[in-house]
């Protein structure tokens, strides 16, 4: 089983920190940025597409709970199933940097920050 590191590379496009993930952690999962399987993200294809790390980085949508691929009826059950709050990662990312956000997360143990 992996270790929980801090690895700017394992921060989703959404915000959410792959590197403390249980099927990453049990290695089956490369990572969002390293899983071609995930096609189906509307948000990982468009920050490929708009060749950005994250939302954090998108300047179309300064905050991206403005973005319907963020924020829809999907991410909002997810969201209250997990008690995850991706808008909450985001924001740490524009404030801590991608690198900042991925040592808190690693220190935190958590995939997200919760609700």
Known sequence: MREITA?????AFCGLYCGACGAYLRERCPGCAGNEKASWCRIRACCKEKGILSCADCT????????????????????LLF???????????KREGIEGHAKMMAGKKAQTIKR
């Not at 179309?60 to 969201?79: H, L, Q, R, V």
């Not at 008690?83 to 990312?93: E, K, P, T, V, Y």
Request: charged letters at 30%; one cysteine or more.
């Open 60 to 79: 179309e949508f300064p905050d991206a709970m403005d973005c319907t691929k963020f924020n829809n009826f999907m991410s909002k059950i997810f969201g």
């Open 7 to 11: 690895n700017k590379s394992l921060v």
């Open 83 to 93: 008690r995850s709050d991706r808008g909450a990662c985001i924001r740490q990312i």
